[in-house]
């Protein structure tokens, strides 16, 4: 059976192809032609001979995943795209374009154990975590489609990351190397409901690429409604790994923040957060709050807080001397939406 090409890393890669090619300059321009040129088929290997193309082509292959479909916001030219893997499961990834940053969100799991009574994800039971090649593919697949660079990578898909963390640290490894991706690691955002070890080994691990957490409530009993599966880490666990993070990686945090209508949008809330903010010490220039929209999924009775209750929510956030960002909601008309990549 072939060997899918991404899922190695490069020394596993090195290691795979010695009894056919000798000199380690040709490993490396193969990897090039895969990471930086993001070439689709062997045949485009331009500077490698025919027999080693076809020695490549009988021994590995570059794609797994196959784009059964693409949608395209017609409010802000968000992509929704809807990957088949091999096994003939399904999962997503958006591409958001911005001028000269364009980004992709992508997914790490296909399903989502943590089950957030707001998200569509969660209602998809796992199926199982994506492989190292998979998660990168999603990039590569989308670059070769709108034939564009993409400077951002959102680890914000289907998925919890931190509970595929394995695959995660080797994708970073690769995004962050300057021979392959080469992406500044200022320009990856993971995100989590708080595993607060996971985090912890990613902090360690030095990776320095900005995170992001998924806090939206102040309250546990209502924090555990809208996350069942919240890993039983408590606000104040998350909030110290919060802390942990800045003071070790000097990178920037977020806190995301969906509003609920009537839920956990008041005054009291928004005066809560920026105590429980000030408590942590992460009142700091390096942490900003993104309040969120609730994003309309199938089955849920969720409703969205109203335009005057969430500036009235900044506002006070603000007061109090917390960076914070009303997050606008990408592709809500094709269901790219954070929340909202269900089937
Ligand atoms: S919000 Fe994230 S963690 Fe929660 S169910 Fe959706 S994908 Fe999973």
Request: charged share 25%; aromatic share 8%; with cysteine.
């Amino acid at each position: 059976m072939k060997k899918y090409i991404l899922d190695f890393t490069t020394a596993q890669l090195k290691a795979a192809v010695k009894n056919i090619i000798k000199e380690d300059y040709r490993t490396n321009q193969i990897i090039e032609w895969v990471y930086v040129k993001k070439a689709s088929s062997f045949d485009d290997f331009t500077n490698i001979s025919k027999n080693l193309q076809e020695e490549l082509n009988k021994r590995f292959t570059l794609r797994v995943l196959k784009i059964v479909k693409k949608e395209r916001s017609i409010i802000d030219g968000t992509i929704r795209y809807t990957f088949q893997t091999v096994d003939k499961k399904y999962f997503f990834a958006v591409f958001l374009p911005a001028n000269g940053k364009n980004s992709v969100c992508i997914s790490s799991q296909i399903g989502c154990p943590v089950s957030c009574v707001f998200c569509s994800s969660g209602k998809v039971k796992l199926v199982r975590n994506l492989t190292k090649g998979e998660i990168l593919e999603q990039i590569l697949q989308i670059e070769n489609d709108i034939k564009e660079k993409i400077s951002g990578v959102l680890f914000m898909g289907m998925g919890e990351p931190t509970l595929n963390l394995n695959n995660i640290v080797l994708a970073l490894n690769s995004l962050l190397s300057n021979k392959e991706f080469g992406i500044g690691k200022r320009h990856i955002t993971l995100s989590s409901v708080g595993n607060v070890p996971a985090i912890k080994k990613l902090v360690d691990d030095n990776f320095g690429v900005r995170l992001a957490l998924s806090l939206h409530s102040v309250d546990e009993k209502q924090r555990k409604k809208l996350i069942p599966n919240n890993f039983g880490f408590h606000i104040e666990d998350i909030l110290n790994v919060g802390k942990y993070y800045l003071k070790k990686t000097k990178s920037h945090l977020t806190i995301e923040y969906i509003l609920f209508g009537n839920i956990n949008d008041s005054a009291a809330d928004a005066h809560k957060l920026a105590r429980l903010l000030r408590h942590h010490e992460l009142l700091n220039p390096s942490v900003q709050v993104n309040l969120m929209p609730f994003n309309p999924v199938k089955g849920s009775n969720l409703q969205a807080t109203q335009e005057e209750t969430v500036q009235k929510f900044k506002n006070i956030l603000k007061l109090n001397g917390i960076i914070v960002n009303i997050r606008q909601a990408k592709g809500a008309d094709i269901k790219a939406a954070c929340g909202q990549l269900g089937y």
